[in-house]
């Protein structure tokens, strides 16, 4: 019962650099998300997908793109990694009115 | 503009007594809240939820109580244990489901 599966869980990138977030989730959810946690600020809605095929913008999208590739999957992309960027990355994933289920997280730094 | 705030950034209680974390909102749209519990390395997860046409919600040990006047809700753990030991989110949404997250409360129960 793998539940919502991301990957890698820690990268260490170098300013510039791109890289993306895979998630999935084997839950037949319709939504998904992409939070970031840092200290201090609790966890904040990068992007969602309400359901396959649709994507919109949370509180803190800058410097982030995510595509849903299908129902399963949600990834994050960064395309020019910056300092700022340095936090853990958790997806989730939900059905409509019920309570939202978090990955593990990945550990991002930039160095 | 923080719209669910967790005023105490960290509570202490003794084993077997209750521990009281509280969640105050400002967005009087939102209509359905949750709590989350967060260890270190791990991805936060559900514990109990309230809709806003309730005003208390029970599982186990946990109680959750809403005061929509007030725009507070607060969650009893009652006995406290120390493996309840972990950061506690409140998070509040409204019809487009979007979780707004509290910054969290570190409850540490001393055994």
């Known amino acids: 019962n793998a539940g919502v599966t991301q990957t890698p869980k820690f990268q260490v990138l170098k300013t510039g650099q791109s890289m993306t977030l895979q998630c999935a989730q084997d839950?037949?959810?319709?939504?998904m998300y992409w939070y970031r946690q840092d200290p201090g600020m609790g966890l904040r809605l990068i992007y969602y997908?309400?359901?396959?095929?649709?994507?919109d913008k949370g509180e803190v999208p800058n410097g982030y793109n995510v595509s849903r590739l299908n129902k399963r999957e949600f990834s994050l992309r960064l395309e020019s990694a910056a300092p700022s960027q340095t936090s853990v990355y958790f997806c989730a994933s939900s059905r409509p009115l019920d309570a939202i289920y978090f990955g593990e997280g990945s550990w991002l730094t930039v160095v | 503009d923080q719209q669910v705030k967790q005023n105490s950034p960290s509570l202490s209680v003794q084993e077997g007594r209750i521990s009281i974390l509280n969640c105050d909102y400002t967005n009087s749209m939102f209509d359905y809240f949750l709590w989350y519990k967060k260890y270190p390395a791990e991805g936060p997860t559900f514990l109990i939820s309230i809709s806003s046409i309730k005003d208390k919600n029970e599982d186990g040990r946990f109680t959750v109580f809403l005061n929509k006047s007030a725009k507070h809700l607060s969650l009893h753990i009652v006995p406290s244990q120390p493996g309840d030991s972990a950061v506690y989110f409140c998070?509040?949404?409204?019809?487009?489901?979007?979780?707004?997250f509290g910054k969290g409360t570190l409850l540490t129960v001393n055994p």
């Open positions: 839950m037949n959810h319709n939504s």
């Open positions: 997908s309400a359901s396959e095929g649709t994507t």
């Open positions: 998070a509040a949404t409204g019809s487009n489901y979007k979780l707004t």
